[in-house]
Nanobody, 116 residues
Framework: QVQLVESGGGLVQPGGSLRLSCAASGSIISIDYMGWYRQAPGKERELVATISRGKNTNLAKSVKGRFTISRDNAKNTVHLQMNSLKPEDTAVYYC??????????WGQGTLVTVSS
């Protein structure tokens, strides 16, 4: 069994920054992809950013140039540095991890609120 624990959400003013972290633990061999998704009130969950074990990244168009995703393979952690935050970034952010042929798991979610 694999678990993800997220941290780093909170309230920030427009233009501010936050850093989300997610740590995976349990029966892990080699996580292929880690990533972040978000769900705003009344909207569907959407991809924010993913990163492969080889550090190839994919970011949503809406966050390119503002958000950065990184991971530490040895520690099974993934981070999302969010800069120049906008009110439309307000959402519950979920961590995701995929190990092909083994598991796909989600974190419990962490709330990010961008408001003055």
């Amino acid at each position: 069994q694999v678990q993800l624990v997220e941290s780093g959400g909170g309230l920030v003013q427009p233009g501010g920054s936050l850093r989300l972290s997610c740590a995976a633990s349990g029966s892990i061999i080699s996580i292929d992809y880690m990533g972040w998704y978000r769900q705003a009130p009344g909207k569907e969950r959407e991809l924010v950013a993913t990163i492969s074990r080889g550090k190839n990244t994919n970011l949503a168009k809406s966050v390119k140039g503002r958000f950065t995703i990184s991971r530490d393979n040895a520690k099974n952690t993934v981070h999302l540095q969010m800069n120049s935050l906008k009110p439309e970034d307000t959402a519950v952010y979920y961590c995701n991890a995929v190990e092909f042929g083994s598991f796909e798991v989600w974190g419990q979610g962490t709330l990010v609120t961008v408001s003055s």
